[in-house]
């Protein structure tokens, strides 16, 4: 059964950091693509970064480049997001995204979210 769980949201200060991580597993298929995405109140589901399977690639939002940064442990099977310099309005829920694809089709999974919180 493919699971996918983030972690590592909560309440920070503007200027603040934190640390998210997705655990993968249950994956049979080839995960060519992962991602973060968010949603805040109201707003509709944006992506935040991704990163290539081979963890080569990376591709970030406008809004983060330079503040974000998207890594991948394959042994742990965990991507990471490193969040600094953090802003009130990157207050939203935080989803893993993982693109996947085998013999019998492509799949799309995502997790169930974690909360981040950026006071001003």
């Known amino acids: 059964q493919v699971q996918l769980v983030e972690s590592g949201g909560g309440l920070v200060q503007a200027g603040g950091s934190l640390k998210l991580s997705c655990a993968a597993s249950?994956?049979?298929?080839?995960?060519?693509?992962i991602g973060w995405y968010r949603q805040a109140p109201g707003k509709q589901r944006e992506l935040v970064a991704t990163i290539s399977g081979s963890g080569i690639a990376t591709n970030y939002a406008d809004s983060v480049k330079g503040r974000f940064t998207i890594a991948r442990d394959s042994a742990k099977n965990t991507v990471y997001l490193q969040m600094s310099s953090l802003k009130p309005e990157d207050t939203a829920v935080y989803y893993c995204?993982?693109?996947?694809?085998?013999?019998?089709?492509?799949?799309?999974?995502w997790g169930q979210g974690t909360q981040v919180t950026v006071s001003s």
């Open positions: 249950g994956f049979t298929s080839n995960m060519y693509l």
């Open positions: 995204n993982v693109k996947s694809v085998s013999l019998t089709g492509r799949y799309d999974n």
